[in-house]
């Protein structure tokens, strides 16, 4: 299967070559013609705004629009399915409003825009690229550096910055959004059901800003992040440790987990845990919460709890514990002893003798030997 999809690309791409080296060499600046039911569009200039597409149409239902030199003004497509690709990068305007979109650009399109009703993937080969993807299917956006402007508000949406200096966001209109950066990176989402955020190289601004959001769930891999939730429920991470600006403002749930040196952990929600794993943290859990389980394994925390209930444990030692909340001990489980015997009562070993030894005559003064 994968040998035919590549046999197909190279074949895609020798006609493009031969057509381009033969329309140049006749003086023509672009191609345009319908074979199979695809309008194939071919900018050689550079200077050539397409269209492809209408509800008039009717020859074709499949749309393949090409930009070879820089800059194209625009390629616009809105048949059932839509390939945009800019070969060489700067083009200012690519536009699909169709059931399938496939958009492509070598670096530097600032304005790369798709509505779809199924799919749509865009991809920026060198950075430098505005993404924007709304519909009610699937968007696929990647990047391979700064772009700072990747916006998408679908039903799922995937985005992907392969770099650093990206700014990726979902909107409230989306349902599920994955967020994947290398970073340092600026990530925020507020999808309705679930936002999944992960930054994989540390430095980076996380940040989950729907208080409807069902669950929000945050990674910093190497930590010196600042990580801020609010959803219903919140479960961040901070690895490596040394996130500075650590908050959670959740609903329902909140879990916060530090490796280390996290010195500003703050919580509110009806139940937090926070975890320092190795210690060398401040935590906080704030008023308005009903329960707060705070722990320090690695010791040396401070463990604020201003909630309704706390449950603190820090069993590397050297923590402070102060606040108002009241503190919950669970009581150690009792165990009660077996009664022993009163006066010349039998003991169990007495008991067991007395009630074998007579059978054991008995045995003797039955088998002679």
Known sequence: MRTTSLAATLISVISLFIATVHAQNQGIDRCDGITNNTRSQICLSGKCPFTC??????????????????????????????????????????????????????????????????KCNQQCEKGHCGLHASGDGVVVQNCAEMCSDVKCEADDCRQVCEGEGCGLECSKGAGECNQNCKGPCTMQCGASRKCETSCTGGKCNLDCNNANTALCEQTCAHGACNIKCTAMNCDSSCSKGHCADFKCTAGENCTQNCGHNCTNMRCTAKECDQTCTKGNCKMYCESGSDLCIMSCPGGNCLLHCDGAKCKRDCSGGRCVLSGSGKEETTPRPTVTAAPKPSGNAPGPMSAALAFFVPWIAYIFSVYEY
Request: some cysteine; charged content about 15%.
């Open 53 to 118: 597409g209408s509800v008039n149409e009717s020859a074709y239902s499949k749309c393949d629009q090409v930009c070879v030199e820089e800059p194209c003004a625009s390629l616009s497509c809105n048949s059932s399915e839509c390939f945009q690709r800019c070969l060489a990068g700067g083009c200012e305007s690519l536009h699909c409003s169709s059931d399938d979109c496939t958009q492509t650009c070598m670096g530097n399109c600032s304005r790369v825009n798709c509505t779809m009703t199924s």
